[in-house]
């Protein structure tokens, strides 16, 4: 293979290697086949016409071109022209695609779907680093600087990870690039000769014999390259540790999303797809502890955020003024005086392990008793981190209400102020017709806004048939809703976004509470909320009453009194059974059975049977694929650093074996570990020189590695051996030789420090005649295959002739 050659799949490799830190922020990671395919077709691309042309310009627009191509065929071949020529309609469907990619980007949580916009921005930007790659170090010939693309492929995945990619991701990366680099310097070596240490660059100008350069140290251009290669590994480790994180969601432990520091307002952020990240962790962790003097904690929702802004793709909080914290929170939006309400004191202790900007509270709160740098946010009633400040180990006091509005206060609520209407039942004019309409359907027969809330409400919990499942993709655009209400299945963001935008069309003020259930009752009154139990919830707006919780998830935490089925008619009724909280059990274990009717769910009829498989997203594991993909990685990771050391020591053991038994065996034995001792003294820094005698080369050793006592020694023992091989008539067998070997080899390390003898263990310099030999063979090969190619012609050239001759 030619040099050019050899560089080209070295810039392949290691722009699939660097694209290996792009794996976990997608799932599934299906997307690295189809992008090696379009990197192998765009090097493919440039190797042809560098074979054919030097025009370097040409080199690249040509692989330009057929990236391009190759982008249109997969990604907008119907909007093509013939299928594979980006025209005008697949540009602009290529930008439609492109912005699509940049909203899931914002929208999703890490490891986002693979949707076909997140799709053609990790291929595409895969294709434009393998270009930069292979521009820079085949085309101009110049490895070295290959490094800057490669770096910052990986560090807009460490970006993306929340600040830091795994370190298995780095080592391949890295690898990857010394792979490049090493193809170079063997390009470079086969343009000028093997270089032999006691050819040095100072004999080769004319500037005399002798050993090598002052130092040892390699020419200039490897110096500039090994420094490149340092500062880009440097920068690879540091710039992921100021990097901001531009993945995680409100629920991550990383603490993404929050106030801007010291500012006057909060950013919009979404925590659409952590939900569902948390709620299939493999493992319930505990993320708040906390004791409260409440009667009844099935009703403890610790809330965190108000998605307020529906866009008609995702709801998310609006961009609102913020102040301190005042000492007792204002009275609560729409709340008057005749709903009873009861004041509560809850102590909270939050783990060292969740870390975020938003403080969960009990709704409504009064009074936050808190300290550090927090700001509040009136209209949602939240508490927000400032200047870094998370909840990672926070302690806080919080009272709050309890309201206990009545089915009737409910129904004959007055309208809404008409500011607060217009914001809150807005809608986009994209919002697909199937979803006010089936709103209008399943409220039909609802005297007042609060009929119509609770047939919405037992319309998703009850009787719509739909089923729970953490599995299933939260999905995008305007038209994820309608695919809920025709599939009906999800989890409880679902559940409460289609619920807030249905209310919204039906004229009811409505948003959508990010939080927790109340958690699973512990030892001496203490409540344990773990990650599992994040979880999203409608609030519905009804004037004297205010924000007022709705629970539309099935088999998720409970159903508030003033929801109960009852009719508002003043007569008597019937107390309703007790609710079983989802999460007075712990929340790994389900808590209901799959053969349980979701009428008798509701109304508590189902005791503590355990419903299988409730919690299977958790359960299954990663897939088959990444386990094989990860181990393979792995592995791949640490043996290919070790296969040198690995490569020596087999080596080693061969020549110092044991000797033969003629004396042809022995004097080939002989030969064996004096090349054990040249090849021990070039992984110190002694390159071996072919033009000198065993005698002179002995002399060598002894000078250059400070060589005393036994050690030299042994040297002149393996040499007065050497010799005899090669030029005695009858040669005598000499014993001990590879225990002078091991002497030798000894006391070389002993005159080196730590540093040197690491790099002569783990980085041999001799492990260069791996190359060299299978570069050898490989010629050997070409060059066979083309002789018997030529006689092949020949013989046809012979056979074709020969008719043409008897016809004359």
Not at 88 to 102: E, H, K, N, S, Y
Not at 251 to 262: R, V, W
Not at 595 to 603: D, G, H, K, T, V
Request: net charge neutral; with cysteine; charged share 20%.
């Amino acid at each position: 293979m030619s040099g050019r050659g050899r560089l080209a799949l070295c810039a392949f490799a290691a722009t699939l290697m660097a694209a290996g830190a792009l794996l976990p922020l997608v799932d599934p990671a299906t997307w690295i086949v189809q992008a090696a395919v379009l990197v192998a077709a765009q090097s493919g691309a440039g190797a042809l016409v560098r074979r054919w042309s030097s025009a370097r310009a040409l080199t690249v627009a040509v692989q330009a071109l057929v990236a391009l191509m190759a982008l249109t065929v997969v990604f907008v071949r119907d909007h093509a022209v013939a299928g594979f020529l980006p025209g005008p309609d697949a540009v602009r469907q290529f930008g439609v695609l492109l912005t699509t990619g940049a909203d899931d980007v914002a929208k999703y949580a890490t490891p986002a779907p693979e949707t076909d916009g997140i799709r053609l921005m990790l291929v595409g930007g895969v294709l434009v680093i393998g270009l930069a790659v292979d521009v820079l170090a085949v085309t101009f010939r110049s490895a070295a600087p290959a490094g800057l693309p490669l770096l910052a492929l990986y560090s807009v995945a460490a970006g993306l990870s929340g600040g830091g990619a795994s370190w298995l991701w780095f080592l391949l990366a890295a690898v990857g690039y010394l792979l490049l680099l090493l193809a170079e310097g063997r390009d470079r070596l086969s343009q000028w000769g093997r270089v032999f240490g006691g050819a040095p660059p100072a004999t080769r100008r004319g500037r005399g014999t002798g050993g090598p350069a002052p130092g040892g140290g390699p020419v200039a251009p490897v110096r500039t390259g090994r420094r490149i290669g340092v500062v880009a590994l440097g920068i690879a480790l540091a710039v992921p540790a100021v990097l901001p994180s531009l993945g995680g969601g409100l629920l991550d432990t990383a603490g993404a999303a929050g106030g801007e520091g010291g500012g006057g307002t909060i950013s919009a952020v979404n925590p659409l797809v952590s939900l569902q990240d948390n709620l299939t962790q493999p493992e319930d962790r505990e993320v708040l502890r906390y004791r409260t003097n409440a009667e009844e904690t099935s009703g403890m929702y610790l809330r965190l955020v108000a998605l307020d802004q529906f866009d008609g793709t995702s709801w998310k909080t609006s961009q609102r003024p913020i102040g301190d914290v005042p000492e007792d929170l204002p009275r609560p939006d729409g709340l008057n005086g005749g709903v009873a309400t009861t004041e509560i004191t809850t102590n909270v202790s939050a783990s060292d392990s969740y870390e975020q900007k938003w403080l969960p509270l009990p709704y409504p709160a009064t009074r936050v008793d808190i300290g550090g740098r927090w700001r509040y946010e009136p209209a949602g009633r939240m508490l927000v981190g400032d200047e870094g400040q998370t909840t990672k180990g926070v302690q806080y006091s919080v009272r709050s209400l309890v309201l206990n509005p009545t089915p009737e206060q409910l129904a004959k609520a007055p309208a809404a102020p008409e500011a607060l209407a217009r914001e809150y039942t807005r809608v986009p004019e994209g919002l697909p017709q199937d979803v006010k309409s089936t709103a209008l359907r399943v409220t039909k027969d609802a005297a007042n806004d609060y009929e119509r809330a609770v047939k919405l409400q037992d319309w998703f919990a009850v009787e719509g048939g739909f089923r729970y499942d953490t599995e299933v993709s939260s999905g995008t655009g305007v038209t994820a809703i309608s695919q809920f209400l025709k599939n009906k299945e999800g989890f409880c963001i679902h559940f409460s976004f289609s619920m807030a935008a249905m209310a919204r069309t039906l004229d009811i003020p409505a948003r959508v509470a990010v939080g927790f259930t109340p958690g699973a009752p512990q030892s001496e009154g203490v409540m344990s909320v773990g990650i599992r139990d994040a979880h999203a919830w409608p609030e519905l707006y009804f004037e004297g009453v205010g924000w007022t919780r709705f629970e539309p998830t099935p088999t998720r935490g409970s159903v508030p009194e003033y929801t109960r089925q009852e009719t508002p008619t003043g007569e008597p009724s019937t107390p309703a059974a007790p609710e079983e909280s989802a999460t007075t059990a712990p929340s790994a274990q389900p808590s209901v059975q799959e053969s349980c009717p979701p009428q008798a769910r509701r109304l508590g009829e189902c005791g503590d049977t355990e419903e299988p498989g409730a919690v299977a997203a958790g359960d299954t594991g990663p897939p088959w694929g990444t386990i094989l993909l990860v181990a393979g990685t792995v592995v791949a990771v640490v043996l290919i650093p070790l296969l040198p050391l690995l490569w020596r020591v087999r080596v080693r053991a061969r020549r110092l074996g044991t000797a033969g038994r003629g004396a042809e065996d022995a004097a080939a034995r002989t030969l064996a570990v004096w090349e054990e001792v040249l090849d021990t003294a070039w992984d110190y820094g002694i390159p071996p020189d072919e033009s000198q005698t065993p005698r002179r080369t002995a002399v060598r050793l002894l000078l250059l590695g400070k060589l005393e006592g036994a050690p030299a020694e042994a040297v002149h023992r393996v040499a007065d051996a050497v010799e005899q091989v090669l030029y005695a008539p009858r040669p005598r067998p000499a014993a001990g030789l590879a225990e002078d070997a091991t002497r030798v080899r000894e006391g070389l390390a002993a005159g080196v420090g730590r540093k040197h003898r690491l790099r002569a263990l783990l980085a041999p310099r001799s492990a260069v005649r791996v190359v060299w030999a299978v570069s050898d063979r490989w010629t050997a090969l070409t060059t066979r295959w083309a002789d018997q190619r030529g006689r092949v012609v020949a013989r046809c050239s012979t056979l074709l002739r020969r008719p043409s001759r008897q016809r004359g």
